[in-house]
């Protein structure tokens, strides 16, 4: 399996790993996972707590706002769980492509470690998520076997 790569396909609520053999051009997958959360509306993920308390002058007066929208927050959260699951799972691969939307594939390369991302072969800002195995592979197995001049490293 060491010479096979690791193809990550993910946004703030879906992540599907898979490994991509080259001789045999095929994607296999590995893990799935699901944020709910990251999908949910504001107002279901909010509580009636108050938030940070931020003074606004020297007069004691100031407003209670979060810091960061709930969406955000579960973001974060997904973040960091994925980042760990790809240690786990890219540490038997030589190579490792990640397909995500640009905001959270930023968010995603703050959380991973440095081992992770000396593998990153590239790093392309698009949502292949909702796409069906056979469309899947017909689209990125091309790119996989000759990702030319387009791959973008973290």
Known sequence: MKNDSCVVLLNSAIAKIYSFDKKEKKLTLLSEEVHPSSAAKD???VSDELGNYQ????YNQGTYSPNKTPKEIEAE??????????????SKFKGLYIFSPA???????TKLNKSVID????????D???????????????FLIYPG???NKI
């Open 43 to 45: 107002y279901d993920l």
């Open 128 to 142: 292949y998520t909702k796409l069906h195995h056979d469309d899947l592979e017909e689209k990125i197995i091309p």
């Open 103 to 109: 905001k959270f594939g930023h968010l995603l390369s």
């Open 55 to 58: 003074k606004t002058n020297s």
């Open 149 to 151: 001049n387009k791959s």
């Open 119 to 126: 593998k990153i072969i590239s790093l392309e800002h698009k």
């Open 77 to 90: 959260k997904f973040a960091s769980i994925l980042a760990d699951l790809i240690e786990e799972k890219s």
